[in-house]
């Protein structure tokens, strides 16, 4: 079955740390997004790739980073300068940027700062 | 604020009701889009409907689209106690397709 892959389910980071989340997608779509979700709130959009070898920021990029070196994947890095990342961080594809189509989500990741 | 913002933020009804979400926006949008998202969990797409379009229809869904107010209605039909979740509207901004907002979402309860 097509869909996306966010490995880890649960991820602990020690002050200092950057750690890596991966996100996969069989779906063959060009277009991948990081967002994260703060409890009770919206998703907010971290960074969006359209094509390989390029992405772009979001509305809260400070402290994360992203590589789009394949199609199907888009890992995003939670770097020691983001001060509070404890969230739920959701990656998503689709088709083409935008809304003109929807979104496949994956199952989240919860990154909580130890 | 942002683009989207879903009203009411909870609502609580009995199984077998229906339930009504908004979204309102603020300014033109080309697509709009309903999801739902169960506790601790991944975004599920619902429905996708176009600023050329009014009303849309999924099973127990029913989508509408008020352009000329800039805002949205999700209802769903004979609610069931698994329709319990949070729901959030997605727009994008009419003059730049790469701007694409989240609201808060509506959490809704539905009681067996």
């Known amino acids: 079955d097509g869909g996306i892959t966010q490995s880890p389910k649960y991820l602990f980071r020690k002050e200092g740390q950057n750690v890596t989340l991966s996100c996969e997608q069989n779906l063959n779509h060009d277009a991948m997004y990081w967002y994260r979700q703060d409890p009770g709130q919206g998703l907010r959009l971290i960074y969006y790739s359209q094509i390989v070898n390029d992405f772009q920021k979001g509305d809260i990029a400070e402290g994360y980073s992203v590589s789009r070196e394949k199609k199907e994947s888009f890992p995003l890095t939670v770097t020691s300068a983001q001060k509070n990342p404890t969230a739920f961080y959701l990656c998503a594809s689709s088709i083409e940027l935008g809304l003109g189509y929807g979104y496949t989500f994956g199952s989240g990741t919860r990154l909580t700062v130890v | 604020s942002q683009q989207g913002e879903e009203d009411p933020q909870a609502l609580s009804i009995q199984e077998g009701e229906n339930a009504t979400m908004n979204c309102s926006y603020k300014t033109s949008i080309n697509n709009l889009q309903w999801y739902r998202q169960n506790s601790g969990r991944g975004l599920v797409h619902l429905i996708l409907i176009r600023s050329n379009e009014r009303e849309k229809h999924s099973g127990r869904l029913r989508v509408t689209l008020d352009t000329s107010k800039k805002s949205s209605s999700l209802l769903i039909t004979a609610s069931r106690a698994a329709d319990t979740a949070s729901y959030f509207c997605?727009?994008?901004?009419?003059?730049?397709?790469?701007?694409?907002?989240f609201g808060s979402g509506t959490k809704l309860n539905v009681k067996p």
């Open positions: 997605a727009t994008d901004i009419g003059y730049n397709f790469n701007k694409f907002y």
